[in-house]
């Protein structure tokens, strides 16, 4: 590979890295050419850019990407393939979902960087799948801040019957 060729591949992955705020390093060898088709179609369909890099290129497409991808560098061994995503845990699900219905130990998690944070380790594919989107977060807040207003409201809704019903009693005695 020349080294004009090398700067644009390094370039476009600064730039993907720059424009997703979270990635996820795979291991995806070892997959036949069907279920690499069916995993890119999968990461198609679910809006994740699936990437396959050089570890060296990779690394330096980090380094010039300004980020805190240091913790990284370490997982940049065997063959990779990154995940760039606009939401959190998507890719973490799809690998999740994907080993389960390919009965596959591949794609294997590397490491993740998500939400500015570094997660390195096949392990931590469940505390990725658990974390909520931006989205889900914010309903949960407004959930938690209606909660109160539903409790009023609910309470004077009751009280209201019970006000009428004492009504109604009390002018059915006289």
């Known amino acids: 590979m020349h ?3 090398k700067g644009q591949i390094i370039e476009s992955l600064v730039e993907k890295i720059n424009s997703y705020p979270h990635l996820y390093i795979t291991d995806a060898s070892g997959l036949n050419a069907e279920n690499t088709s069916a995993l890119r179609r999968l ?3 679910k809006g994740i850019k699936l990437v396959v890099a050089k570890n060296t290129l990779l690394k330096k497409a980090f380094e010039r990407a300004g980020g805190n991808y240091e913790d990284l560098y370490g997982v940049l061994k065997t063959p990779t393939a990154v995940m760039f995503s606009e939401e959190a845990s998507t890719p973490a699900k799809l690998i999740k979902e ?3 219905k390919k009965r596959l130990e591949r794609p294997a998690l590397k490491a993740a960087y998500v939400e500015e944070s570094v997660y ?3 392990e931590m594919l469940d505390a990725l799948v658990a974390i909520k989107s931006k989205n889900e977060l914010i309903g949960d807040v407004v959930a938690l801040l209606q909660s109160p207003a ?3 409201l609910s309470a004077l809704q009751s009280g ?3 006000l009428a019903g004492l ?3 009390l002018q059915d005695k006289e």
């Open 43 to 45: 990461c198609f369909e």
């Open 98 to 100: 994907f080993r389960k």
């Open 150 to 152: 539903k409790n009023v």
């Open 167 to 169: 009504v109604k009693t």
């Open 160 to 162: 209201k019957h019970i």
């Open 120 to 122: 390195v380790g096949a």
């Open 3 to 5: 080294k004009e060729d």
